[in-house]
């Protein structure tokens, strides 16, 4: 996992560049998220950082109706719905984690999350407009090759996850 596609570093003078490939249905991402979601925030408020989740389908299921690939696809549909609901969809659906303990969501839960930040996201989600983009993410992503999630980088350096990430990462993004 020494680097995977566009995870360079930073533009001269600009925000450095966080790339995260998770997976909905992974309690380590779900723990990331928790842990890290104000900071990756408060970096993109503060123009420190651009974020870039990679929401990769690895574990799919026929015991959790593929819940990977169907909640990848409905945060994509927020997406295109309401781009600024994007991060707090992801963050959402990893908060339920705990909840469904890797049983996933129904559509209908994630359809009502979505609306709950004001995206409709019903049509989107019924159609699977975004199963092949999904798909498409999840196969690049083995090509690469990412072996789990989350994988992390940050400037086109690997998280090793042997330090926590706000410890490793804060002198890279804040210089």
């Known amino acids: ?9 930073r533009a001269e003078g600009g925000p450095a ?20 979601a104000a900071l990756l925030e408060g ?7 651009t974020v870039e989740y990679r929401i990769v389908d690895f574990l799919s299921a026929p015991n959790n109706q593929n819940f990977s690939a169907r909640a990848a696809n ?8 309401a781009p600024e609901q994007y991060d707090p969809f992801v963050t959402d659906v990893f908060g339920a984690y705990e909840g469904h303990g890797g049983k996933g969501l129904s559509d209908d839960e994630l359809a009502q999350r979505a609306e709950a930040l004001g995206a409709d ?19 690049k992503a083995k090509a690469a090759p990412i072996q789990g999630t989350p994988t992390v980088y940050v400037d086109g350096q690997w998280w090793s996850g042997e330090q926590a990430f706000q410890d490793w990462a804060s002198p890279i993004v804040e210089g």
Do not use: I
């Not at 409905?74 to 719905?81: D, L, M, T």
């Open 74 to 81: 409905a945060a994509y549909c927020v997406a295109e719905q």
């Open 43 to 49: 970096w993109l408020a503060d123009g420190k950082a």
């Open 17 to 36: 560049h966080v790339v995260v490939y998770a997976d909905f249905n992974c309690v380590h991402c779900a723990a990331f998220e928790q842990e890290n």
């Open 121 to 139: 996201v019903s049509d989107c989600m019924e159609q699977d407009t975004y199963r092949p983009a999904v798909a498409y993410t999840t196969q």
């Open 1 to 9: 996992a020494d680097s995977a596609p566009s995870t360079q570093p």
